[in-house]
């Protein structure tokens, strides 16, 4: 929703950008290739790309403005689910980390450090003689 503020201007809450362009958005139905629906409607959209949530006008269908209302939603969840930092924190529980994986190359330097000790001491035994 768009915040007033003492300046007289209207802010994007999102990014507070005052700068807005006027969209026009229409349904289509898919029946025979796409055909728009005879109803548009028209928002503010900001420079960050954040719609202003319109009002329902009394001279507009009052289910058309809900429908668009309702994808404007589904439109902002699915960018919120896309945010560079809500991927990450759904990935972070599947991934190993880079502490894990310096801990896990530390282990493996160290078995290999073993490892060549048990094949020169190996060596050395099997030189002993008897």
Known sequence: MPQDTHDGRV???ECGSTYFYDA???QYG???GLSPSDHTWS???CMGGHPLLPGI???RSVEVGQSLEQSIHAAQEQRARMSPDRIEADLAHDLITQAEIQAATD???ALETILEQLRQQQAL???APG
Do not use: M, N, V, W
């Open 107 to 109: 282990r493996l330097h």
């Open 125 to 127: 035994d099997q030189a």
């Open 43 to 45: 928002t503010k959209i």
């Open 30 to 32: 898919s029946g025979g």
């Open 11 to 13: 802010h994007c809450s």
């Open 57 to 59: 006008a009394s001279s």
């Open 24 to 26: 026009e958005f229409r």
